[in-house]
């Protein structure tokens, strides 16, 4: 929420559009209700390929990052379902969820338990004692996609990926994740380095989001949005570059 308070704030202060500011990186599609960015990787390749590739294609610097998708609602997984139709004929894309380190027990790449699932009847059925990978399967009886589990190894072929990373306008939840925020407040570095103050903020520890004077928020704010706009235009250089 404090992220959404700070863009919204950096729009303002700015004199920027909210309707101009790209909030997920190019080539992503927002899902304006989370914040949250997807990008189908059209390509068939094995579960563990994609597990690698979702990281690269995240050009915002940490900590915003990039993972197979997770799917965690109802509504998310129609939204990710609805973006199919840009991969033409593609009858099958990768998730997150797995039971690769224990048979059954579902977990997404960061290892949090699956909660939400949407498998087809009968799914997962580990067939064959081989299938510990989920996706999404184009279903021949009605043309609906609903999860299956797969051999991660490719068995019964490959499949397109969708990755999922936080957009500029996501609330991201406040998590104990960064242990030395505290040695940060003290040497002054989480308002010095403003990468520093958003991973401070999250951590809920001695220089938390409370604390953070509203100045000092804006003036991070603005750095962000110039960042990913600067990521954006050196992007576009370097197509640029490659097609002359
Ligand atoms: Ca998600
Ligand atoms: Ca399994
Ligand atoms: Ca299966």
Redesign the pocket.
Known sequence: MKLIFCVLTALVVSGISPASVKRCPPDWTEDISTG?CYKILNEKMLWETARQKCPSQNPYPPPFNARL????SSQ?NQFVKGLFSQAGESNGFWMGANDIQSEDSWVWTDGTPVNYTDWWDNEPNNYDGDEDCAMWRRWWTNGEFKWNDAPCNGKYGTFAAVC?MPGLGSSIDCIDEHSECSVWAEKGECTANPFLLFSCAQSCKSCGSDDISDDIMIQYCKTVLTEAENVKNGQDKEVVGQTT
Do not use: G
């Open positions: 949250s998708v997770e799917i965690s998310e999922e």
